[in-house]
């Protein structure tokens, strides 16, 4: 009988034990699940703090009310606008950046397009979209350069990309032609560093 009740307290005193060492696994499990989370939430707020620009006010707000590009579809983690203009025509409209400001403006056509052949519905693309950002983009210097040839382009891999020679917006302003396999992109970006 003393046997069976020695027995009896030691297996008690090992379940015990093994259950605290459970519970301590368990409650360890969950302090660390909650530290992995806090210190996510600590790196995207030193992010947001480390950004000159502020990514939460970098909206499509900009885009609201234009009744050319109505239906688009906005993309809030890469803060660009995707719009289908026809069946071969499909324009990117991207705004935002952290350490960079980006306003581009990009227009995929599904076929290849050559540049001189096309150069003037090319730059009435580029004109266009700007008319219609003004707000955004400088419409008028933009126009002028491109109705006096006042751009210089440099050869790339697979295009080229053009700086407007315009004092106000030389810096800040480019154009970008490639050719990707069966398609053609080109647009116009702003950048602010």
Known sequence: MKLHFFVFIIVLLFSCKKERTLSSLRLNDVKQSVSIESEKSENQNRQN???????STQTDAFLKGIKELEGYTWDDDSKSAEIVLNDHWFL????GGCDHFLLSAEFLYDRN??????KAAIFENIIWITSLLKEEFEFESIK???EEDKLTFTETDNGFYGNFMDSKI?????????????????GISYYLN
Do not use: H, P
């Not at 703090?49 to 990514?55: L, M, T």
């Open 170 to 186: 030389y810096e800040m302003y480019t154009f970008d032609y490639r050719k990707e396999k069966e398609s053609t992109v080109f």
């Open 144 to 146: 002028s350069c491109i």
């Open 49 to 55: 703090q480390d950004c000159i620009f502020d990514q």
């Open 113 to 118: 397009l050559e540049f001189e052949a096309n």
């Open 92 to 95: 990117t409209i991207t705004r």
